[in-house]
């Protein structure tokens, strides 16, 4: 009897080290779900189980945030910014993110403390999402404790659990650990991708590449 072939191994584990303020880290993880929607379609029974981890970008950014366009501008130039805008604006349209690019950005260390809560009560990839929304398409701060809140609820935690997240440093020693592991694996670039503990992938890659990975354990 033909039929869509068994996978030898329906369960992948992707692990993703990403910045909150990374751009490409938010095109990514919309390619990466993107490859998961197709692999699925063929694949019914496969699982995924998607794990975030921190990086910082700029790990001496200031805890009060500042307007972000002067901040590109400084770092690149006005020219250079504008190149990075269109090609990011253009790039973003194709898949289904409407990039914005005005508002404060800042240091993002209390961020990735919320999604390291969310990853303790299986909502991660919810409030990772949430979080790139509000600061890529609608222009939030998010170093301020309302965005964050607020982010996080859409995500799925409980208003109490993030409080207690945000009047405290709970999470930040396991975050700091987890950035300096990231460095001594020498990960240089966010987003990076870990499938299944073997292969790597590295930057925003196009959905056939992940494809291409998760097919391998079908041969």
Sequence with gaps: ML?????????????????????WCYVGFKRLNKAIDIFKQRHSDATFEIKWHPYYLNPSAPKVSVDKQKVYEKKFGRDRVAMMHRRLAAVGLQDGIKFAFGGKTGNTRKSHRIIHLAGEKGVQNEVVEQLFISYFEDEKDITDDTVLKEAAVKGG????????????????????????????????????????GKHELGGAQEPDSFVEIFESYNK
């Design 3 to 23: 039929g869509i072939p068994t996978l030898r191994m329906a369960k992948f584990t992707i692990d993703i080290v990403s910045d909150t303020v990374c751009p």
């Design 157 to 196: 935690l409980k208003p109490e659990d993030v409080d207690n997240y945000l009047t405290s440093d709970l999470g930040g020693p396991q975050v700091d650990k987890e950035v300096a592991d990231a460095q001594l694996r020498f990960i240089q670039g966010v987003p990076h991708f870990t499938i299944n």
